[in-house]
């Protein structure tokens, strides 16, 4: 089994239990309602993403199924989050290469000084095999 991760920082979980290779890394966009101001702007800062009050930072659930305090919608769902993204509900910040996501209500603007994203290619420790060394050599080359 292998796993594709995008995180700002390596979690435990692939410290300890799993071997992985960073395949790339890249930057943040904020995907905002076609219709808002800031979706004409060419690029956004954090403080200006956080300080939109019109549009706050949709929630999703913790471990635990309850969420975090917050004006933003409660989501449980990406079709759910980009329904609301599109009814110009809220608006989010993810990885540059999630573009494709985008739905024709949507902008994406870049997010300058958002943290880097690193996309992981994660395996468990105990899956190592000449198959498994091939496939990550590969997909580290391209």
């Given at each position: 089994?292998?796993?594709?991760?995008?995180?700002?920082?390596?979690?435990?979980?692939?410290?300890?239990?799993?071997?992985?290779?960073?395949?790339?890394?890249?930057?943040?966009?904020?995907?905002?309602?076609?219709?808002?101001?800031?979706?004409?702007?060419?690029?956004?800062?954090?403080?200006?993403?956080?300080?939109?009050?019109?549009?706050?930072?949709?929630?999703?659930?913790?471990?635990?199924?309850?969420?975090?305090?917050?004006?933003?919608?409660?989501?449980?769902?990406?079709?759910?989050?980009?329904?609301?993204?599109?009814?110009?509900?809220?608006?989010?910040?993810?990885?540059?290469?999630?573009?494709?996501?985008?739905?024709?209500?949507?902008?994406?603007?870049?997010?300058?000084?958002?943290?880097?994203?690193?996309?992981?290619?994660?395996?468990?420790?105990?899956?190592?095999?000449?198959?498994?060394?091939?496939?990550?050599?590969?997909?580290?080359a391209v």
């Amino acid at each position: 089994m292998m796993t594709l991760v995008s995180a700002r920082r390596r979690a435990y979980w692939t410290v300890r239990l799993f071997d992985s290779a960073d395949l790339y890394t890249e930057g943040q966009i904020a995907v905002l309602p076609a219709d808002h101001p800031l979706a004409m702007r060419a690029e956004l800062t954090l403080a200006e993403v956080t300080a939109v009050h019109d549009l706050p930072v949709a929630r999703w659930p913790r471990r635990d199924g309850t969420y975090p305090e917050g004006p933003g919608p409660e989501v449980r769902t990406q079709s759910q989050l980009a329904q609301l993204v599109a009814l110009g509900r809220t608006l989010l910040v993810i990885p540059a290469s999630s573009r494709s996501w985008q739905w024709p209500e949507h902008v994406a603007v870049p997010v300058v000084d958002a943290p880097a994203i690193t996309t992981v290619l994660a395996w468990p420790r105990t899956g190592y095999s000449p198959a498994v060394a091939a496939l990550v050599r590969s997909a580290v080359a391209v």
